[in-house]
């Protein structure tokens, strides 16, 4: 379903990917650890098409090597960065809906992917009318989670999720989470983490990244497919 083998990237002559490979089936959640600068966000960023890179990556049947970044998320793949990005002057809603609207779906569509927004985030439905530049920061991770739900219908890329986070907040987050993949079990989902045991019994597998190199790529125990 998405697999990347041997991508590289670099930024100017100092390297950030080495030979990153694995692989993911349909429906698994992946717990992508490593410590800040070991290359997360840059391997979310380049299957996104963010970065120049050697290698290939192939995302159902596509390379997308041959698909530009504005084109990926029509794939279905779902992005969410680590710094949210929302529009502040925007409300809550209105920063959910943009991607359904640059992604020009018709109204039946953009309704039946908001209901399962709110249904999976129905703290969202309570603050769809306040603007988004007044939600906290870990509100404002729900909100980003909702957004890149409008288009993610075969992949979830999630971007430190729980950094910053409250437990009360991360453990409502974490439960979204489960809810999303109670409704949709073919929904794929890479979630990166610096705390290599946060989402271990969450995820099915946990990939270490070290240096840019993919240091282990292990089952969770009980929670292999």
Do not use: C, W
């Not at 993911?24 to 717990?31: D, I, L, N, S, Y």
């Amino acid at each position: 379903m998405l697999t990347l083998d041997h991508v590289t990237v670099s930024f100017g002559a100092v390297p950030v990917l080495r030979n990153v490979t694995f692989a993911m089936k349909e429906g698994e959640t992946v717990a992508f650890i490593g410590r800040n600068g070991a290359g997360k966000t840059t391997t979310l960023r380049t299957m996104m098409g963010f970065t120049q890179n050697g290698g290939r990556i192939t995302f159902d049947g596509h390379d997308l090597a041959a698909v530009p970044a504005h084109k990926r998320p029509g794939l279905g793949i779902g992005y969410a960065p680590e710094d949210r990005r929302l529009f502040s002057r925007f409300t809550v809603e209105e920063n959910i809906l943009l991607p359904a609207q640059v992604a020009k779906l018709d109204a039946a569509e953009t309704k039946r992917r908001l209901d399962r927004v709110y249904d999976i985030l129905p703290e969202l439905k309570e603050m769809a009318r306040r603007p988004a530049g007044s939600v906290s920061g870990g509100q404002g991770k729900m909100v980003a989670l909702g957004r890149a739900l409008m288009l993610a219908t075969r992949l979830v890329l999630l971007d430190e999720p729980f950094q910053g986070l409250a437990p009360v907040l991360a453990n409502r987050y974490a439960e979204a989470l489960r809810r999303l993949r109670d409704a949709d079990s073919s929904l794929t989902l890479i979630i990166t983490e610096s705390n290599p045991h946060l989402l271990r019994s969450f995820a099915e597998r946990t990939i270490t990244i070290e240096r840019g190199e993919i240091a282990q790529d292990v089952a969770n125990e009980g929670l292999a497919a």
